[in-house]
């Protein structure tokens, strides 16, 4: 194995922390659906299939280092959604908390001077300053149009494609 145990571990935890994301992406898309709100559960349907590509990368890497892999129990989705407003509160609360997750990784990789897991990591730093900005921003764009104006909401999401 190219890696340590201890990053094969992390590794393998962030692709069940990607796939449950996933889920709970699907999840809120579904709530959005069910309300008629088809950009914004488009919106989620892309995220969710995001990071199932995100986990599909760690999944890759952990084979061409010749590491094992073990994915844990996934966690149920929350079903509360509610709101627009707690969908994106609940998506940027998830993205900060990946966020941490890869810079742990990325701090295990520094330590140990695996300059290969470094480097793959590299790219799910950039990812994630782009995922919070999203977040951050729809969220702001929902908490300006309220609940009772998602509609326009969903304009800027047409206008955004």
């Known amino acids: 194995m190219q890696i340590s145990k201890a990053m ?6 962030q692709v069940g922390n990607e796939l449950g ?5 699907l999840q809120i898309a579904t709530y959005f ?3 008629s709100l088809s950009k914004l559960a488009k919106f989620f349907y892309d995220q969710s299939e995001e990071e199932r590509e995100h986990a599909m990368k760690f999944v890759h890497y952990l084979m061409e280092v010749g590491a094992e892999m073990s994915i844990d129990a996934i966690p149920a989705t929350k079903t509360d959604i509610g709101t627009a407003e707690k ?12 966020t941490r ?11 140990e ?12 730093v950039t990812e994630q300053v782009e995922e919070i900005s999203t977040m951050e921003g729809m969220l702001d764009v929902v ?3 309220g609940e009772k ?8 999401l047409t206008h955004g494609e």
């Open 87 to 98: 969908a994106f509160e609940m998506s940027l609360a998830w993205e900060q908390e990946v």
């Open 8 to 13: 094969a571990d992390l590794m393998s935890a």
């Open 143 to 145: 908490r300006k149009a």
């Open 113 to 124: 001077k695996d300059y290969a897991s470094q480097a793959f990591l590299q790219w799910f």
């Open 33 to 35: 659906e069910g309300e």
């Open 21 to 25: 994301a996933s889920n709970q992406y």
């Open 149 to 156: 104006n998602l509609l326009m909401v969903e304009a800027y």
């Open 101 to 111: 997750q890869i810079h742990d990784m990325v701090d295990l990789a520094i330590e």
